[in-house]
């Protein structure tokens, strides 16, 4: 019992680590849109989050993981041509392609492939970073940081809940 | 703690940014001076940005490597009373373009604000991880 509970926590505090992980590669993006040659990166979060937490299909824990799955995401690339953005955490990110050989962050929890991002409007400096789609990817991951910091919370409170037997 | 290499990214891009600035504001100062410090016409700076990794993949960071005068022509106008005046009576103005540093200065200056609201961001978020569990 109590091991579920647990298990939800580990899940998602997986989950914020990658999250930081994502805000600090946008934040390096944003950082760099004045840049010549600066290539735009990004994390795939749902490829990443299942990696770090080693599943596979099945859902071993107290989670199945249907965001990581690319349900439909040709459908959604030809629909959504952004990309990028909103819900592009499914498997088919439209505006990115995912390069393993970079990936790999050193010391990191698994292989998490940053990704290389395609231009939409290609600059002549050849800097491919597009600030309206980082930016909308900033405040997206900021907002899935928060919800995943109220699920630790909520999820700690039901623990203590439990201890103090109230 | 990867979100706190958040400031340094965006600290060096805001750094950077309002160096930028800086140039800028001194390209704008000197857009009518006739004569720069060594006695010849003002010539316009620009910044050059160059990336820099900071630790982890996909980390990245901003610095100015270097600040280039650019060699276009001085403006030439017809002035002989001017004291600075050639033998034909044409003074040279410095060679800034003043749409030019208008349009690199509201650039420079989104930047600065782009980059001054994803520390907030992560300020605010930081601030947040740290009520955890409370």
């Keep these: 019992m109590l091991d579920r509970l647990a298990n939800q926590l580990d899940f998602h505090s997986k989950a914020l680590v990658l999250r930081a992980e994502r805000q600090r590669v946008i934040a390096s993006n944003i950082a760099n849109a004045d840049t010549p040659g600066y290539v735009a990166r990004d994390l795939d979060f749902g490829n990443a989050l299942k990696n770090a937490t080693g599943m596979s299909s099945g859902g071993s824990g107290a989670l199945s993981l249907p965001m990581a799955r690319p349900q439909g995401g040709e459908a959604f690339a030809s629909t959504v041509g952004m990309g990028g953005g909103m819900g592009g955490d499914g498997g088919g990110r439209a505006g990115f392609i995912p390069v393993s050989s970079v990936g790999g962050l050193p010391g990191g929890s698994g292989e998490n492939g940053l990704a290389y991002s395609i231009q939409a409007q290609p600059a002549m400096d050849g800097n491919s970073v597009d600030l309206d789609r980082e930016r909308a990817a900033f405040a997206d991951n900021a907002v899935h940081y928060e919800a995943t910091l109220r699920f630790i919370n909520g999820s700690a409170k039901t623990l203590l809940t439990a201890i103090q037997g109230q | ?134």
Excluded: C, W
């Excluded at chain 2, 750094?15 to 140039?23: G, I, K, T």
């Excluded at chain 2, 316009?44 to 982890?56: C, E, H, L």
């Design chain 2, 1 to 134: 703690m990867s979100m706190f290499s958040i400031f340094n990214v965006s600290g060096s891009a805001v750094s950077a940014q309002s160096q930028r600035l800086n140039a800028v504001a001194s390209n704008l100062a000197n857009v009518e001076a006739v004569a720069g410090p060594d006695g010849k016409a003002f010539k316009a700076r620009q910044v050059v940005f160059q990336t820099v990794p900071m630790g982890d993949a996909g980390t990245a960071g901003v610095r100015v490597s270097q600040v280039l005068e650019s060699q276009a022509e001085g403006r030439r106008v017809m002035d002989p009373t001017n004291p600075a005046a050639d033998a034909q009576g044409y003074v040279t103005h410095s060679n800034v373009n003043a749409v030019e540093e208008m349009v690199n200065m509201i650039s420079a200056s989104r930047a600065y604000q782009n980059n001054v609201e994803v520390m907030n961001t992560a300020k605010t978020l930081l601030l947040k991880t740290l009520q955890m569990g409370q």
